[in-house]
């Protein structure tokens, strides 16, 4: 052979080496957290690499960022993090921080009057390339431009469809599905809605759903092949189609006078529904059986609580910040039949902190002393493995959100950013 074709060979060999490492490094871009519970709508990350203890100082506070007072978390994407903020009883306020740094980069608001039990934002922003889809207290639906910085459309979903403000406000968040973002305003007139991303025009509207409007949110999945939309009411669960809003299956085997936490699909064919206020749990098998879905209730028990935040599903368990305003049972874990396998009580309580599983690891906030824990999650115990004090005051129970390593986490003054990339 010769030695210019060896050396041909040799570059041929170094440009498929480069190549391969320039498609790892892009296959290895960190996840955007664009809407509630994150990209997977589940409050789990696929990041790995992050750190499994942290030192006793705890991991690196990267920035710190005033807010006004609330719930309300955050989404991420392309390196800027939106919330939607509140001015108490006057305005809401779209922000849109450096993830790098904190610092704002522009704010959207608009006058939205009115006082609300426990004052403060609730719901998360979605996010796709070009535009913010925020929904606030009172009903107010607005598609913000990524661009301009201003409204593209903006409807109110309690106005719009008769209904009315909840009590403790409208809490939901929107869903983006394609070329739909879908809401659930769950009035006597109409159930769930789909709008056009960029028009704003109603492309479906679902049938009337049993019950009250909740605090839950809608979530997408996919069941049987059939993409769908998960909402639960105060009386009803149901499962509408995502491209024409049909009603594919509803279930009214579980109850709660104020749901908060929305359905959560579990494994690829079966839907848990949690609660508070004595409502406990139900996990609901969904088949299709000659074109047409059913629901069978699989189990159902009170000896699970849940009243603000998803449960995390790892490895055929279930771990679950457990306390309602009635029953303080902790953090607890609970296999897939309804078994608690334990649960933490008041030591610790973690109050309504919210949880986010990556990695391997739990990162859950007590919300009794503000720590953020790091624990590793196993059925046959509690295992915490390091906190540290990062927030304060009280009512800290905002979701969390994981991009490239950084975790935002917020109370009810400010937004934080700490480091738990492994070093």
Known sequence: MSAFRLEILTVKSLMVAILAILLTITNCKAEDWPWFLGPNRNAASNETGLMKSWPQSGPEVLWTTELGIGFGGVAVHSGEVYILDRVKDKQDVLRCLSLANGQEQWRFAYDAPGRISYPGSRSHPAVDEKRIFILGPFGDFHCI???????????????????????????????????????????????????????????????????????????????????????????????????????????????????????????????????????????????????????????????????????????????????????????MCMDLEGNVKWETGRNPGFEFGGLLLADDMIYIVDGTKGDLCLVKPDPSGYKEISRVNLLSGRHIWATLALVDGKLLLRDQTKLRCVDVKAK
Request: net charge positive.
């Open 145 to 331: 431009s990524k661009e301009t910085h201003n409204p593209i459309w903006k409807k109110n979903i309690i106005k719009d469809f008769g209904g009315r403000t909840p009590h403790w406000a409208m809490s939901q968040s929107p869903a983006i599905y394609k070329d739909k973002v879908i809401v659930a305003p769950a009035t006597q007139s109409v159930g769930m809605v789909a709008y056009d991303l960029q028009s704003g025009e109603i492309l479906w509207k679902s049938q009337v759903f049993d019950g009250d409007l909740a605090y839950t949110s809608c979530m997408v999945c996919t069941i049987e092949g059939v993409d769908q939309i998960l909402y639960t009411t105060t009386k009803q669960t149901v499962g509408v189609d995502a491209n024409n809003g049909h009603i594919l299956w509803s279930n009214n085997d579980w109850s709660c006078r104020i749901p908060t936490t929305s359905p959560m699909l579990v494994g690829k064919d079966r839907v848990l529904i949690v609660g508070g206020y004595g409502a406990g749990a139900v996990m609901f098998q969904i088949e299709k059986r000659n074109g047409l879905f059913t629901s069978t209730t699989l189990f159902k028990t009170t000896e699970c609580n849940c009243q603000v935040h998803q449960p995390l599903l790892y490895e055929g368990h279930l771990y679950i910040n457990g306390n309602d305003k009635t029953f303080r049972k902790g953090m």
